[in-house]
């Protein structure tokens, strides 16, 4: 055990080696250990001079007035910037190295579009502002809303949704309205049993009841299963395409004509459509609905890097309930935005709306920069070099670990592994912490549940050939020594600021506040 530091933090570091001395600063060389701020700070230390208040506060403002201090932790300046310094150490980033979290698509970042976001007449807008002062911010959403309608084949999309299971939530709801301006009122939405948590999540919380398509043994949807179950209870279906298994549906089209012909509307989940952008137009496949993460396929921060953004594509059927502030498609070609000003007579049976204002500003202004300076031409590159990407991952290591589509073919933009053929009491988890000493973020683990212990690796189209040879290296030699039982492997990460957590306990019984006290 590690002796406490200055500040009384008794710190667990990561490395496991009993031969490695213990430091009387708790901190191994770079490694550095960090205690929460309030463990650090010191009453009455303040990093700036404040004056004491010149004014009486007015009498009947007094009963406002705070009893006891506020439990501030005492620092200076450089203290706070360390403090916060050396927790951004402790963080994996995209700036850093890959995250091959498939289904998630965390790609570079082009520093073009922090440069454009961070102009201060895109930056600096008020949501309340007077339209006529931010015209240029609506002429990104006009711009951005066009390329998405253009790359998606659609008739509308509606802007406003915050996020991926935001948008999803927009698109249910559309079908929804169109169900009531029918007269039905179709109680089932099917779902195949590789959809993302999200999507039965969104049916339910619309007011639907779920029922599970079967997927086919090579990992697509079954159409025969999906045919036999249509009928006027159904109101739609919604699918990932390419699925969670990183394949392409290749029945899309003939799903879609079931389902419309059954009176039903077809729901994509377009969080994979970095792997066809550019290449595949969803309307051509008969969707009716489909969000974009705008934070996955169009690069932008997401996760703890930033908001999301989920725009929502709409087919010709659908758009007529699509939420204010809406663009739709005109007659000439161009895009118009409908607002609660002109909704009455162009856009009369928009269901309501998803959020108070907009949208995203800045991961529009950082979209419509990624496709803009990609062009056309690049953005079909991309979905071609996302996918190359993937498949030399899988058939990299297709010998190493199993690959349970693998006899399908080629992958699309990630590459699935199973647990089958570790050695015995050894698992996924092993390789995903095993990863975490080899210096790499793991990749998405135990997701999709239709495949045991299954690990999702998602490279992008960013990486270098040299930087996924790397990675595939690591991969190989953790596959390798699960499938030896080397016994170390189980306690992995043996190098981490932290080792393996409880992370049952952590979910269950997390501890959210610091309770005072000394440390
Ligand atoms: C990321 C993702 C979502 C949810 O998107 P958020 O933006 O995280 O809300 C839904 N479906 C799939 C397949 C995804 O990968």
């Given at each position: 055990m590690n002796a406490p530091n200055a500040s009384g933090w008794r710190p667990e570091m990561g490395s496991a080696e009993a031969s490695a001395p213990a430091t009387a600063s708790g901190d191994r060389a770079l490694m550095l250990e960090e205690p929460l701020i309030?463990?650090?700070?010191?009453?009455?230390?303040?990093?700036v001079d404040i004056d004491e208040p010149a004014l009486e506060p007015l009498p009947a403002l007094g009963k406002f007035l705070r009893k006891q201090a506020p439990a501030l932790p005492g620092l200076s300046e450089p203290e706070t910037v360390r403090h916060y310094t050396r927790l951004s150490r402790q963080n994996y980033a995209i700036d850093l190295g890959p995250f091959p979290l498939g289904s998630c698509t965390m790609k570079h970042n082009p520093r073009l579009n922090e440069k454009v976001a961070r102009l201060p007449g895109f930056a600096d807008v008020h949501p309340l502002a007077p339209q006529q002062t931010v015209e240029g911010a609506l002429e990104v959403i006009g711009q951005l809303s066009h390329w998405l309608i253009e790359l998606t084949g659609m008739h509308g999309v509606a802007m406003s949704p915050k996020?991926?299971?935001?948008?999803?939530?927009?698109?249910?709801?559309?079908?929804?309205?169109?169900?009531?301006?029918?007269?039905?009122?179709?109680?089932?939405?099917?779902?195949?049993?590789?959809?993302?948590?999200?999507?039965?999540?969104?049916?339910?919380?619309?007011?639907?009841?779920?029922?599970?398509?079967?997927?086919?043994?090579?990992?697509?949807?079954?159409?025969?299963?999906?045919?036999?179950?249509?009928?006027?209870?159904?109101?739609?279906?919604?699918?990932?395409?390419?699925?969670?298994?990183?394949?392409?549906?290749?029945?899309?089209?003939?799903?879609?004509?079931?389902?419309?012909?059954?009176?039903?509307?077809?729901?994509?989940?377009?969080?994979?459509?970095?792997?066809?952008?550019?290449?595949?137009?969803?309307g051509d496949l008969g969707i009716d609905a489909m969000h974009i993460n705008l934070h996955k396929t169009f690069s932008t921060p997401h996760g703890g890097g930033g908001p999301g953004s989920g725009p929502v594509v709409l087919s010709e059927a659908l758009s007529p309930f699509g939420p204010l502030p809406f663009v739709t498609r005109t007659a000439d070609g161009s895009v118009r935005l409908v607002e609660e000003e002109n909704a009455g007579e162009e856009h009369p049976q928009?269901?309501?709306?998803?959020?108070?204002?907009?949208?995203?500003?800045?991961?529009?202004?950082?979209?419509?920069?990624?496709?803009?300076?990609?062009?056309?031409?690049?953005?079909?590159?991309?979905?071609?070099?996302?996918?190359?990407?993937?498949?030399?991952?899988?058939?990299?290591?297709?010998?190493?670990?199993?690959?349970?589509?693998?006899?399908?073919?080629?992958?699309?933009?990630?590459?699935?592994?199973?647990?089958?053929?570790?050695?015995?009491?050894?698992?996924?988890?092993?390789?995903?912490?095993?990863?975490?000493?080899?210096?790499?973020?793991?990749?998405?683990?135990y997701f999709p549940l239709v495949v045991h212990g299954a690990m999702l690796v998602e490279p992008t189209e960013t990486e270098s050939k040299a930087g996924l040879d790397r990675f595939i290296n690591s991969l190989r030699s953790l596959a390798r020594r699960a499938k030896a039982g080397d016994e170390s492997l189980k306690s992995a990460p043996h190098f981490a600021p932290r080792r393996r957590l409880d992370e049952t306990q952590a979910a269950r019984k997390p501890v959210l506040a610091w309770k005072g006290g000394a440390a």
């Amino acid at each position: 055990m590690n002796a406490p530091n200055a500040s009384g933090w008794r710190p667990e570091m990561g490395s496991a080696e009993a031969s490695a001395p213990a430091t009387a600063s708790g901190d191994r060389a770079l490694m550095l250990e960090e205690p929460l701020i309030f463990e650090l700070g010191r009453p009455g230390t303040c990093g700036v001079d404040i004056d004491e208040p010149a004014l009486e506060p007015l009498p009947a403002l007094g009963k406002f007035l705070r009893k006891q201090a506020p439990a501030l932790p005492g620092l200076s300046e450089p203290e706070t910037v360390r403090h916060y310094t050396r927790l951004s150490r402790q963080n994996y980033a995209i700036d850093l190295g890959p995250f091959p979290l498939g289904s998630c698509t965390m790609k570079h970042n082009p520093r073009l579009n922090e440069k454009v976001a961070r102009l201060p007449g895109f930056a600096d807008v008020h949501p309340l502002a007077p339209q006529q002062t931010v015209e240029g911010a609506l002429e990104v959403i006009g711009q951005l809303s066009h390329w998405l309608i253009e790359l998606t084949g659609m008739h509308g999309v509606a802007m406003s949704p915050k996020a991926g299971a935001h948008g999803e939530l927009c698109g249910v709801l559309c079908i929804k309205a169109a169900l009531e301006a029918r007269g039905e009122d179709r109680k089932v939405m099917l779902v195949p049993e590789s959809a993302h948590g999200t999507n039965p999540a969104t049916a339910a919380f619309a007011g639907f009841s779920i029922e599970n398509i079967p997927a086919t043994p090579d990992g697509r949807v079954d159409l025969a299963a999906l045919e036999a179950r249509l009928g006027p209870d159904v109101a739609g279906v919604m699918i990932t395409n390419p699925n969670t298994c990183g394949l392409f549906e290749r029945d899309m089209k003939k799903i879609a004509d079931a389902v419309h012909a059954a009176g039903g509307y077809v729901y994509c989940d377009g969080a994979n459509f970095n792997a066809i952008v550019g290449k595949v137009r969803p309307g051509d496949l008969g969707i009716d609905a489909m969000h974009i993460n705008l934070h996955k396929t169009f690069s932008t921060p997401h996760g703890g890097g930033g908001p999301g953004s989920g725009p929502v594509v709409l087919s010709e059927a659908l758009s007529p309930f699509g939420p204010l502030p809406f663009v739709t498609r005109t007659a000439d070609g161009s895009v118009r935005l409908v607002e609660e000003e002109n909704a009455g007579e162009e856009h009369p049976q928009a269901f309501g709306r998803m959020a108070a204002f907009h949208g995203q500003m800045g991961m529009f202004t950082r979209a419509l920069t990624y496709i803009l300076s990609h062009g056309a031409d690049g953005l079909k590159q991309v979905a071609e070099d996302a996918v190359l990407n993937a498949n030399y991952v899988l058939r990299s290591l297709d010998s190493e670990l199993d690959a349970p589509f693998g006899h399908a073919g080629p992958c699309m933009h990630e590459a699935l592994f199973s647990d089958a053929g570790l050695a015995e009491g050894f698992s996924t988890l092993d390789i995903a912490k095993g990863l975490i000493d080899e210096g790499f973020h793991p990749m998405t683990v135990y997701f999709p549940l239709v495949v045991h212990g299954a690990m999702l690796v998602e490279p992008t189209e960013t990486e270098s050939k040299a930087g996924l040879d790397r990675f595939i290296n690591s991969l190989r030699s953790l596959a390798r020594r699960a499938k030896a039982g080397d016994e170390s492997l189980k306690s992995a990460p043996h190098f981490a600021p932290r080792r393996r957590l409880d992370e049952t306990q952590a979910a269950r019984k997390p501890v959210l506040a610091w309770k005072g006290g000394a440390a």
